[in-house]
């Protein structure tokens, strides 16, 4: 089974491309290119071991909007949770969404569940019987890469119908931060339900490796062994605690990236990339010569991530005046040699 690729793989481009690493404008990922600036840490945290009462699970829950009595776990990336949550039931009927990232499917399979992959058309129709063949359903809120979303009516409802028969619903909520409205966190503590979060993307941490699950607390105990102690740094416990307490800093960072987002929404659409649609922090366009594009941007140091089913391609946002610029100019150059062939 092979491993799904993902984004940011710059040393790979720059090998492909002949082009050195350091003259990439690197769009293929989601990741806030403002991140959240790490100060010096104290040397403590680097030498002691990290301490599980450092009041981080009440500071997820509070900026998640999660109740009291949900459990909070803190893993390495959510995507520590993703791996872990499939060795927790026994062989079952799990759906993901598709196109969808990737590793959710890749993980379920992998442990022997038998992966179900459903598209938008599908959970979005009157008929919903697709649910009565499920055990767990797993969801991307919003969707990565496409940037559909889905209103927290409609999931809780699924998480009903789910739980009904002791199913579980996963939502991926690693784009959310910035779009409170489209949270579950609000419902987490109730059995079956599992939201997870980020800081990779808003926070733009994505080295770091954090993130943090909210579930009912049978559940979050089963994966708080199933992970083990310290698999989350002490360093990076003490940043998601520092960045969670600086809601200035959140709160100037949705505004900004909303900004963003609609410059790039109108770029891309001003080169004739019309119907792109997306999150906080990429636009996702789908487009018949998506991989003849990603190939004239890459020759020109230009790098985004390229879909083929569908044909797609996912702008994540640049960061700097020059590098908006350098992608207005690539994509103008694009537009030549795309008409010209
Ligand atoms: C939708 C989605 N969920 C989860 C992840 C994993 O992110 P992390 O482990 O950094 O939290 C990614 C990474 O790209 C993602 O796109």
Redesign the pocket.
Known sequence: MTAPE?GGRLNAAAKLWGIPRDRWLDLST?INPHGWQVPDLPTEVWRRLPDPDDSLEALVRQWAGAPADAACVPVA???EA?MALPRLRALCHVGVPSPG?R?HGHSWSRAGHQVVRLGWTQVTSEDESWLEDLDVLVW?NPN?PTGETIEPERLLHWHQRLQRRGGWLVI?E??VDGCPELSLAFATGRDGLVV?R???KFFGL?GM?A?AVLAGPELAERLRNAIGPWTVSGPARYVMGLALKDERWQATTAERLSADIQRLERLVSYHGLDASRGALLFRYVPHPRSAELAEALAAQGVLVRQFDQPPALRFGLPGSEAEWERLSQALTACGISLTNS
């Open positions: 993902h989601g990336g959510s995507q993703i990232y590793e991307i990565n991926d690693a784009f997870l980020s800081f990779g994505a490796r993130g």
